[in-house]
């Protein structure tokens, strides 16, 4: 009678454990899914793969930019921030090119160098705006990245997907695919071990 109720309660938890396994694969499946339609093709439409050393030139604060809070907003929906101008030199093909902080600065205001998010406080805008461009003055030499095949004249400061966050994006996922696939290997071999005692 024990060992029924033992065997029973083995069956039932390489079930649950076999659904544990079943269920981490799945969850993998759908983020490599997610990954694969979101940010992969940020990383591959990104021109600017190479590194090197940019020194700065000039860095002024313009006149006032409009930013829409929105892609469909109204004229009461758009707020006013100081446009910051960073020219650099690159180091690369001793060029004066200007610089932007992403990717998407450039999509979203070729104008300026940094875009800022979507904020009501302008005071808070204006004094983050102002300090960046002191630090541009006070650290003059840093790494850029820039387009190698010359598409892009500009320079970006920093890539939303680099190779190495791209990487670590795909390690979660790796790793559940990997317990779950794990998990399913040793309740098919505990049930081939419970298969082969009971032969004998």
């Known amino acids: 009678m024990l060992a029924k109720k033992l065997v029973t309660a083995q069956k039932r938890g390489e079930t ?3 659904c544990l396994g079943l269920g981490m694969v799945a ?4 983020m490599y899914f997610f990954i694969g339609i979101t940010i992969v093709p940020f990383y ?14 000039k860095a002024n ?13 109204e004229d009461e929906d758009i707020f006013h921030y100081p446009c ?4 650099v030199n690159l180091t690369a093909s001793g060029q004066e090119v200007m610089l932007y902080h992403t990717e998407d600065t450039l999509e979203r205001n070729p104008k300026c160098s940094y875009v800022p998010g979507n904020s009501e406080n302008s005071k808070e805008v204006k004094a ?3 300090k960046i461009a002191n630090n541009f003055k006070k650290y003059q030499t840093f790494p850029c990245y820039y ?4 598409m892009q004249t500009n320079v970006i400061l920093s890539r939303l997907y680099p190779p190495k966050g791209l990487l670590f994006t795909f390690l979660w996922p790796t790793l559940l695919f990997t317990g779950g696939c794990l998990i399913i ?16």
Do not use: N
């Open 16 to 18: 649950r454990a076999l």
């Open 27 to 30: 969850c993998s499946m759908m």
């Open 44 to 57: 591959t439409k990104s021109v600017w793969t190479t590194e090197t050393i940019c020194k700065v030139l």
């Open 61 to 73: 604060i313009k006149d006032k930019a409009l930013c829409p809070k929105s892609e469909s907003s």
């Open 84 to 87: 910051l101008q960073v020219w």
């Open 128 to 130: 983050r705006i102002e």
């Open 147 to 150: 387009d190698p095949g010359g």
């Open 185 to 200: 290997v040793l309740v098919k071999i505990s049930q081939y071990v419970s298969v082969l005692s009971a032969r004998q």
